[in-house]
């Protein structure tokens, strides 16, 4: 079985070994496809690393494929299904997970760190963490979903994001994109983006962004074009995937009052902020990080429906021995797909 290995200071190798084993309460995944995510990208830049990653690691947690065993527990599952992974394994006992915030287990593990991921011909995966992935959803198209999709989602969700607003989305990259079109698909009546990309302009508008200012103006020019973009009504919801302190005061300046600004980017600045501007404003502020297996589910249900295309958001394919070109500083719009069948 191949499967692609990183080491820091050694770099990519591909290898080859014994396919995994299974524990009782895992099933045995043909690898179909596997997204290569902004945090995959962060690790081979040389930045943090999730505590309890183990090197050399086979990365990917955003993976779809079929069932080519079942462990002698698992129940609901069989040889041939398709399925989509959520990459995020909860405890089930801390608080979090006790009043149903699993994204935000203090025990939380993650499939492509602190265990073999997607990079690979083959993976063991706890059954429970399995998503049904129906005929009709590609295998690009589902891997996407639980990660570069449900992220967001899950923040749009608890920002309260629906029919008839006006959103802001603030970054164009891969979370940036997705937002863009989940934002679509909650009905949402006025669409702007910011970008600090002159190509990302181009970009936001093709995700479906009717109006997309740049950071290359000073932040009040900035503010004051937005603001008179969403008109009276003002901007009920900014979704700000990069979240540095830049963006944040921005997001802060441009929503409007009683509004919601959601952070999903995880930068590692600090921002200040005025706290009295804020609670007179009646700002509302939403952190959120990862998603619930539920969301997927739901996303996958979007697809069926005709409700969201992720298909969109691929930016290329790669077999297992091209995958190190995902990693070039060189960006690209969109997420790439590892292929381990090529």
């Known amino acids: 079985m191949l499967r692609l290995e990183y080491s820091p200071g050694d770099g990519f190798r591909v290898a080859d070994g014994p396919a995994p084993s299974i524990a009782s309460d895992e099933v045995l995944i043909r690898v179909e496809a596997c997204g290569v995510c902004g945090s995959d990208r962060q690790v081979v830049a040389g930045e943090s690393v999730p505590p309890g990653t183990a090197f050399p690691l086979v990365m990917g947690h955003e993976i779809a494929g079929q069932i080519i065993e079942v462990g002698a527990d698992v129940i609901g599952w069989r040889q041939d299904d398709l399925v989509v992974v959520h990459p995020f394994v909860a405890c089930g006992t801390c608080a979090p997970c006790l009043h149903d915030q699993a994204n935000l287990c203090v025990r939380q593990t993650c499939i492509g760190y602190h265990r073999q991921g997607g990079f690979a011909q083959q993976v063991a995966i706890p059954a429970a963490q399995l998503v049904r992935r129906p005929t009709s959803v590609s295998a690009a198209a589902a891997a996407l979903l639980v990660d570069a999709f449900a992220t967001p989602f899950r923040a749009m969700l608890e920002a309260g994001v629906g029919r008839g607003q006006t959103v802001l989305v603030i970054g164009t990259g891969g979370l940036g994109l997705a937002a863009l079109m989940l934002a679509q698909g909650f009905g949402v009546e006025r669409l702007g983006a910011v970008t600090r990309r002159a190509e990302g302009v181009e970009t936001a508008q093709a995700y479906g962004a009717e109006t997309v200012v740049t950071t290359e103006a000073d932040a009040r020019t900035i503010a004051r074009q937005l603001r008179r973009w969403s008109g009276a009504s003002g901007i009920d919801v900014v979704v700000d995937t990069v979240a540095t302190e830049e963006t944040i005061a921005l997001a ?91």
């Not at 009683?258 to 804020?278: D, F, Q, R």
């Not at 429906?305 to 190190?324: C, F, I, K, M, Y």
């Open 252 to 342: 802060m300046e441009t929503v409007r009052p009683g509004g919601c600004v959601a952070l999903v980017g995880m930068s590692e600045e600090t921002a200040h902020y005025p706290i009295a501007k804020t609670v007179r404003r009646g700002v509302r502020l939403v952190a959120s990080y990862g998603s619930l297996r539920e969301d997927v589910e739901q996303l996958v249900g979007w697809v069926e429906e005709g409700r969201l295309n992720p298909l969109s958001l691929v930016a290329g394919t790669l077999s297992l021995d091209q995958a190190e070109r995902a990693f070039s500083p060189v960006r690209r719009s969109g997420r790439w797909v590892v292929d381990p069948t090529l």
